[in-house]
Structures are given as C-alpha cells and as structure tokens.
C-alpha cells in the first residue's frame, strides 16, 4: 500500500461562520476556472465556475475571486454549514504546450466544528 | 437525468485477476473521462473520449490499461492483470464539450468505483 500521500491542507471553521479557500494556480494562459466539492464516498460535483475576464461571481452563499496577476483563485463559503463539509478542489482550464488541458488542484479539506 | 452511472461501486480483487470498470455518461455530452484518485497523486486524467474515438491516452499508466468506447452511453476501463498498485478509487466524467470557456466545458461525476487489489 501506499505509506506516503498528499498532505491536504484542512480548514476547520466554526457552523456559521464564512469560509475562504484559496487555490494557486500555475498557467498563465488558463482562461477558466471551476471549484468542485467532492463529499467522502462521491465523486466531485460543480460548484461555481469563472472566466478568466472576470475578477469576482457569486453564487448561492458561495463567491469566487480571480487574481490573475498573482495566479489565485479563492472560494469564499457565507455561513458554513455542516453540510459543506468536503473536500474542495480548484481546476484550471486552457492551452498548455498547446494542449487544451483540465487540471484539479490537489484539495482542500474543509471541516465544519459544530 | 440520472447523472453519470458507474458500476461497480466496489470491487475487490486478488492480484493477477482481469477488472472491468463501467460507466453510463450523461445522454448528450460528447466527451467522456475517466480519472483515479489516489491519496499519493490526487486526481489523474487516465484517458478521454470524443464521441466514442479515444482522443488522449497518455494518462494511462501503463499497457495493463485499456479504455473503450463502443456506443454513446457505455464506457469500460479494463484493468489485465491487475496489481495491488493499481488500488484507487476510478471516476468517470462527462461534459458536452472540452474546450474555450464556459459550463459546456463543467465534467459531471460519477460517485466512482473504489478498486482494492489484494
């Protein structure tokens, strides 16, 4: 088996409070970004997308930033929930070596404290 | 719609044993994926189809893999032989299109089969 893995970085939040999740990305030319919720047991599911020519986009409850000087995405949560309570993955999309390329963050573990 | 249907959910195998995976993408998306998700590497692209044609394999880790497509609503993964390395958990994603910009391009999950190779 496997004795060495990827650390996930783990944000704990108390119920209620506002969630931040931040993603850095690594290709300039990437021109779209999504953030993805996966839940233990699922597969990861859509949460909120950004083009590259926008700078901010809300959702329900949820907000997307892109700073595209500095290359980071970040995913803001109003008022955790139990429920949101996941593993949160950034992706980046866009030509890479001339390859339309799709490509998930490592994640971020979010848990919500009671 | 249904989603992405992927069978098995588990699959548990002794090393040497041939593994088929199974995945029913959503009707109408063109492009099919399959990934493994790891703790060591997180989630790799293995292979995508266009339209049933295999566009990209280059993800696939080796010659024991091979993916098909025969018809719009059905994709395997097969895994012969199978070894303990290849324990993971496989997903199948679809989308309507892969490339430029916009939530034609957003890959829908599977809930994934977990493969544990003893």
């Known amino acids: 088996g496997e004795s060495v893995g990827l650390h996930l970085p783990t944000l704990s939040v108390q119920e209620g409070d506002n969630s931040i999740i931040n993603c850095a990305y690594s290709?300039?030319?990437?021109?779209?970004f999504i953030w993805y919720k996966q839940e233990s047991g699922k597969g990861p599911q859509f949460i909120i997308d950004?083009?590259?020519?926008?700078d901010k986009r809300q959702g329900q409850r949820v907000t997307v930033l892109l700073n595209k000087t500095v290359k980071h995405l970040s995913l803001q949560i109003a008022a955790t929930q139990p429920g949101d309570s996941a593993v949160y993955f950034c992706a980046e999309i866009g030509v890479s070596s001339g390859t339309y390329k799709y490509i998930f963050g490592t994640g971020t573990r979010l848990k919500v404290l009671a | 719609d249904a989603g992405v249907i992927q069978s098995p959910r588990h699959e548990v195998t002794e090393m040497g044993q041939e593994v088929t995976l199974r995945c029913k993408p959503i009707?109408?998306?063109?492009?099919l994926f399959w990934y493994r998700q790891t703790m060591m590497r997180g989630l790799e692209l293995l292979i995508y189809?266009?339209?049933?044609?295999?566009?990209?394999d280059s993800g696939m880790p080796e010659d024991r893999f091979s993916a098909k497509m025969p018809n719009a609503s059905f994709s395997t993964l097969k895994i012969q032989p199978s070894e303990p390395r290849d324990s993971a958990v496989y997903f199948c994603?679809?989308?309507?299109?892969?490339?430029?910009?916009?939530?034609?391009?957003?890959?829908?999950f599977g809930a994934g089969t977990r493969l544990s190779v003893l």
């Open positions: 950004i083009r590259s020519n926008m």
């Open positions: 189809f266009n339209n049933n044609v295999p566009i990209d």
């Open positions: 994603a679809s989308s309507p299109r892969y490339g430029g910009t916009g939530s034609k391009n957003i890959q829908y």
């Open positions: 009707s109408g998306h063109d492009y």
């Open positions: 290709n300039s030319a990437s021109d779209y």
